[in-house]
């Protein structure tokens, strides 16, 4: 088991400008699950394949452990990258589907059969050893291709999009196994995925990349209360954040007749940048509905209102006494808003309600360079 | 043909009408026996089954719709490249059972004729060296998409199919699913490839053990690592930096020559030589397979794989020079071969025997029977003669190939090659994940 380090690593591809990763730096403790997220070409991928040595460092390292690998060979890395194959050996027994490839590495045969069994007790697959995968069931017959990786007993765990072959039903439940799993087994993980819902559920930290660039690494926790800038608080929640520039005129944010009123060291904050704007975010959960009239509060048509259940969604227009709706963006697109509203008071579509952002849950960003205030 | 809730989406370059009537709203794992096609399957971690569409046969995978996409798309650019690849027939998303539950998205693909995956060789007790020569054909096949910047990710030969290809056989990449395509692939991701290869194969040799289709003498891992062997050998001759003095210019030519026997056409030869002058260097900066079978296509219209063509560009020649017609051009007497020799022998193959092999593969298989038969006898014995004896002899004890229908690869052993069991002797547990 081993710490994993990217150190400034930074891949560009042959005839492009702009690095697919630049200057990578991320350290992961020994024993860790962490998330690389972020929209497609973000550079998560490929920050997965410099580790697993797939792709050339142009410059910085890779370390694990206190081990420089960045011109190490793949298979020399004592890495397992987990399911990219799980196709299973119909006529050998579990046990041998496990531990095939330590015969080959030419294992004694006593320590296989430890090491398979150590592995087949994490995985509940100990009665099933002598029997063959025809006989198992499809949650049992994932379980021994992962086992397969496990016996190897590398020091780091690689996972791309593992779940994304899956359905809705099966991803759930994979995900919450293997997120288990690994912490029955203690092995640094460092896993990949686009889903923020994934990254969320599963990682003890959260990388989020965007355009070859980390963003903010922190526990999702970090991630969902103070996202460092923009991108991160948009990216990160479901439904997504409502965001929104505005003027600030004395000492508020300036949202048609409405105004919502900033704290006073925000706007000492504000840069040149910025021109005189600011960019505010609220979570649809960070709303709560009010009477009319109510300061600080702003009107939202209801257009659609989804119901779950637990939990029940608004999405509204801003009308047009919010002078500014065409700068708010949310999950739902531009100059629309999201709002949690109590399942059992769910309002008409086409109502207007009254909502306010609740006390110290905003999230203030510079308008210039999307960076939190605070 | 299905519930009010499904609303198919094909995607398609060419589609098929006849696509719509197959059963879409059952899972495929349901599907009734008149739809399928029973060919053997190699391993594969989703549902898999053959289909007959409009007189030709379908494989199809149920896949994840992002997925399938993907790998169609893949494979339309594999073919593009021209690297030998399972030809591309569509996605269909959309699928739903009647009771509104959403079905998994598939890629359709067209099924190779004449091509058995590699379980289906092994039980065919074929020569001893069959895992050699499938090696080599796998072996070929990585180093083409390599050279085309395709990053595989899950070689085996499963993911494989294999075309008999004179003594040899010519390998198909089938599966596409964890492959990217590059500008260039990095030493890494290649020589990943190849260990992921090198294990799988193992692992599939042993399977074969463990089932008692492959001899347990027969040293899997040996084999396995036979592969990286050869890989490296032909990556190397088609892609090595070579230095020599001025004096031996010379070399330039061998090194043509020496692609040119491995089957490979060289595109662009780098060619740089020192400030003195005194020395040269040369890499092959673009190579192309199929030399023979590009050559033989050029002089005969005949599409064949690389070592049927080398095997008829010899009889060709021998031909040639039987007729003593080396002064001619060479494309007039290619057209004499064809019309006078090749495409009789070929014609006089009882179309109720057919299905059995190529043409090529047929021609191929003539030509040892005259070595054969010649030997014997002490004589040159005429191809018509040849031809007789091959059809009542040998082409009879064949199995069928075209599509092996109706058995299990498992069970395809030569004595019940010939009866075709029932459809629904298929085990639909072959399927593994």
Same mark, same amino acid.
């Given at each position: ?6 150190? #400034? ?18 350290? @992961? ?15 998560? =991928? ?28 793949? !298979? ?26 330590? !015969?080959?590495?030419?294992?004694? !045969? ?10 087949? !007790? ?10 063959? /995968? ?128 900033? /704290?006073?060291?925000?706007? =000492? ?27 600080? =509060? ?27 709706? #065409? ?29 306010? @952002? ?17 | ?85 399972? +030809? ?5 998303? *959309?699928?739903?059972?009647?009771? *509104? ?73 089938? $599966? ?6 590059? $500008? ?18 193992? *692992? ?12 347990? &003498? +027969? ?25 020599? *003095? ?14 040119? &026997? ?13 400030? +003195? ?40 020649? +021998? ?48 030509? $040892? ?65």
């Amino acid at each position: 088991m081993a710490t994993v380090t990217f150190d #400034s690593a930074t891949r560009i591809y042959p005839g492009t400008e702009r690095p697919a990763v630049d200057a990578l730096n991320l350290h @992961i403790e020994d024993g860790e699950f962490l998330v690389l997220v972020g929209p497609s070409g973000c550079g998560k =991928s490929t920050s997965l394949r410099m580790l697993a040595g797939l792709e050339d460092v142009n410059a910085g390292r890779i370390l694990i452990g206190d081990r420089d690998v960045t011109d190490v060979q793949p !298979k020399d890395r004592d890495i397992a990258m987990v399911f990219q194959n799980y196709a299973l050996y119909p006529h050998m027994t579990v046990a041998d589907n496990m531990g095939f490839a330590l !015969k080959i590495a030419g294992t004694p !045969k006593a320590e296989i059969r430890t090491r398979v069994e150590e592995a087949a !007790k994490i995985l509940d697959l100990s009665q099933y050893l002598d029997r063959k /995968p025809k006989a198992l069931s499809g949650g049992q017959r994932q379980r021994v291709a992962m086992g397969r990786a496990i016996v190897r007993q590398p020091q780091v765990f690689l996972m791309d999009e593992p779940l994304s072959n899956l359905d809705a039903k099966l991803r759930v439940q994979t995900r919450t196994q293997i997120a288990s799993l690994q912490r029955r087994l203690g092995v640094t993980t460092v896993y990949v995925t686009h889903d923020q819902t994934e990254a969320l559920t599963m990682g003890d930290r959260i990388a989020v990349l965007k355009d070859g660039i980390l963003q903010q690494v922190g526990t999702p926790r970090d991630m969902y209360d103070t996202p460092a800038n923009v991108f991160v608080a948009g990216f990160i929640g479901s439904p997504a954040m409502n965001i929104g520039t505005f003027p600030v005129l004395d000492g508020a944010a300036s949202v048609g007749q409405s105004r919502l009123l900033l /704290p006073r060291e925000a706007i =000492s904050r504000l840069s040149d940048d910025d021109k005189g704007h600011i960019t505010v975010g609220f979570r649809p959960e960070s709303l709560d509905v009010v009477p009319a009239g109510t300061p600080d =509060s702003f009107p939202v048509e209801v257009n659609i209102v989804e119901e779950l259940g637990s939990d029940a969604f608004v999405y509204g227009s801003l009308t047009n006494e919010f002078g500014q709706a #065409s700068q708010v963006h949310s999950g739902a697109g531009d100059a629309q808003v999201i709002v949690r509203v109590d399942p059992r008071q769910v309002p008409a579509k086409g109502d207007a309600i009254h909502v306010r @952002i609740r006390p110290n849950e905003q999230h203030l960003f510079h308008a210039g360079s999307g960076e939190r205030m605070s | 043909m299905s519930g009010t809730a499904q609303r198919l989406q094909i995607t398609a370059a060419s589609p098929d009408p006849a696509l719509l009537d197959l059963p879409w709203h059952v899972p495929l794992e349901d599907w009734p026996a008149e739809n399928l096609a029973a060919l053997p399957r190699g391993i594969s971690r989703h549902v898999v089954r053959f289909a007959r569409l409009s007189g030709r046969v379908i494989a199809i995978k149920e896949i994840g719709q992002t997925v399938a996409h993907r790998e169609y798309e893949l494979l339309r650019q594999l073919r593009k490249l021209d690297v030998p690849s399972v +030809e591309p027939v569509g996605v269909i998303t *959309g699928r739903r059972a009647p009771d *509104g539950e959403p079905l998994e998205a598939v890629l359709i693909t067209q099924h190779l004729s004449f091509s058995l995956p590699y379980r289906a060789l092994f039980s065919q007790s074929l020569r001893p060296d069959t895992a050699t020569r499938l090696i080599d054909a796998l072996a070929v096949l990585m180093v083409r998409l390599h050279l085309a910047g395709f990053y595989w990710g899950d070689v085996s030969l499963s993911n494989t199919l294999f075309r008999r290809d004179a003594e040899t056989f010519a390998a198909y990449l089938v $599966d596409a699913e964890t492959g990217d395509l590059h $500008d260039r692939l990095s030493v890494g991701q290649r020589s990943y490839d190849l260990e992921v290869a090198r294990v799988n194969i193992i *692992g599939e040799l042993m399977d074969l053990q463990a089932g008692e289709f492959l001899d347990e &003498d +027969e040293d899997a891992v040996a084999i396995g690592d036979a592969l990286a062997e050869r890989y490296q050998e032909l990556w190397k001759a088609l892609t090595e930096v070579e230095s020599f *003095g001025y004096g031996e210019r010379w070399r330039v030519q061998a090194r043509i020559d020496r692609l040119n &026997d491995l089957g490979f056409d060289v595109g662009e030869l780098d060619i740089t030589t020192d400030v +003195e002058g005194t020395s040269v260097r040369i890499q092959p900066k673009v190579v192309d397979a199929g030399h023979h079978s590009r050559r033989l296509m050029r002089l005969t219209g005949l599409d064949v794989q690389e070592n049927q063509a080398r095997r008829l560009l010899n009889d060709l020649d +021998e031909f040639r020079a039987a007729t003593d017609r080396q002064a001619e051009d060479e494309s007039f007497v290619a057209h004499d071969w064809l019309t006078e020799i090749f495409e009789p022998a070929v014609r006089s193959v009882p179309r109720e025997l057919r299905t059995k092999l190529e043409p090529a593969q047929v021609y191929h298989e003539l030509l $040892d029977h005259r070595w054969y038969l010649s030997q014997q006898q002490g004589r040159d014995v005429p191809m018509p003669e040849v031809v007789t004896s091959y059809v009542r002899n040998i082409l009879p004890t064949r199995p069928d190939e075209q599509a092996v229908l109706g058995t299990r690869a498992e069970d395809l052993r030569d004595s019940d090659t010939v009866g075709a069991p029932r459809v629904d002797d298929l085990d639909p547990d072959q399927l593994i994940g």
